[in-house]
């Protein structure tokens, strides 16, 4: 009972730590807000969406490229879409993400054009040092020829 008495004049004596809305904590330096996506970047690989475990991405194939969509709604913060991006055309923002009412009131779309590739880059086998030897070299025989 003393204890329990201690205890409510030290929280009486502190007094309130919970912020009065719309008063809000800091955020740290490193905090991860909302996906951004950076169009020109972006190939439409869908990379990030196979990695996003919670669905808030997805990229649709359209007429002339893709489509890239994100739901902050569904995004759990986790920063693997940023991570996995192999044009690193993904980043976090800063800030906290603004209070939304309906469901899928932040989500947002992208156009993606279908990037060509330059012409004249043949595709061939991994050089030799890579590989290791010439024999690992996937489809490739002793003498060049192919397998
Ligand atoms: S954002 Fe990155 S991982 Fe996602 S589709 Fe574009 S290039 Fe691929
Ligand atoms: S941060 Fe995580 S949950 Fe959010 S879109 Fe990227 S992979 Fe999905």
């Keep these: 009972m003393k204890s329990i008495l201690r205890l409510l004049m030290q929280n ?8 009065p809305y719309p ?5 740290q330096s490193n905090f991860r807000g909302m996906v951004q996506n950076e169009p020109e970047e972006c190939t439409g690989c869908g990379l990030c969406a196979y990695v996003c ?10 007429l002339d490229g893709f489509q890239w969509n994100y739901d902050p709604g569904q995004c759990t913060f986790c920063a693997r879409c940023t991570q996995r ?14 209070v939304y009412q309906l469901r899928g009131a932040l989500r947002q779309s992208h156009d993606v054009k279908k ?12 050089p030799i040092e890579a590989a290791g030897s010439k024999d690992m070299v996937a489809g490739i025989g002793e003498q060049g020829e192919v397998r």
């Design 115 to 126: 990037k060509k590739k330059p012409a004249g880059t043949p595709i061939g086998p991994l």
């Design 12 to 19: 009486l004596r502190d007094g309130s730590i919970t912020l």
């Design 23 to 27: 008063e809000r904590p800091a955020i």
């Design 53 to 62: 475990t919670s669905s808030a991405i997805t990229v649709l194939r359209v």
């Design 85 to 98: 991006c192999p044009k690193h055309a993904l980043t976090m923002e800063g800030t906290r993400p603004p």
